[in-house]
């Protein structure tokens, strides 16, 4: 199921010092998919490719819960408020995605 079908583009509006973090944090990810990368190249050892991608999972997901912490408290706080609750819904698919 795709969540965005024909649905309008929501901005969310971050400081420059959450957008650098995040940035940041993603370029990190970044480079550590190219080391796995290099690894499956250079041939490395199966277990050792696969506790890097554990990390950047991890790493991932870290960033994800940042981001769904900051939409919790922000967006879904200020739908709520406004009265629509249909917000819910997407929090719960959203968060059954995170899984």
């Known amino acids: 199921m795709v969540m965005n079908k024909?649905?309008?583009?929501k901005k969310k509006m971050r400081t420059d010092e959450n957008k650098k973090s995040l940035s940041t944090r993603l370029k990190t990810?970044?480079?550590?998919?190219?080391?796995?990368?290099k690894m499956v190249a250079e041939d490395r050892y199966c277990s050792d490719i696969?506790?890097?991608i554990s990390a950047v999972t991890k790493s991932l997901?870290?960033?994800a819960n940042e981001i769904l912490k900051e939409h919790?408290?922000?967006c879904v706080v200020?739908?709520?408020?406004?009265g629509k609750i249909?917000?819910?819904?997407?929090?719960?698919e959203l968060i059954k995605r995170l899984d």
């Open 72 to 74: 919790l408290s922000s």
């Open 86 to 92: 249909e917000i819910l819904d997407e929090v719960m």
């Open 50 to 52: 696969l506790i890097q």
């Open 6 to 9: 024909m649905k309008e583009t």
């Open 61 to 63: 997901k870290s960033v």
């Open 78 to 82: 200020s739908d709520i408020q406004e």
């Open 29 to 37: 990810i970044e480079g550590q998919v190219r080391g796995i990368e």
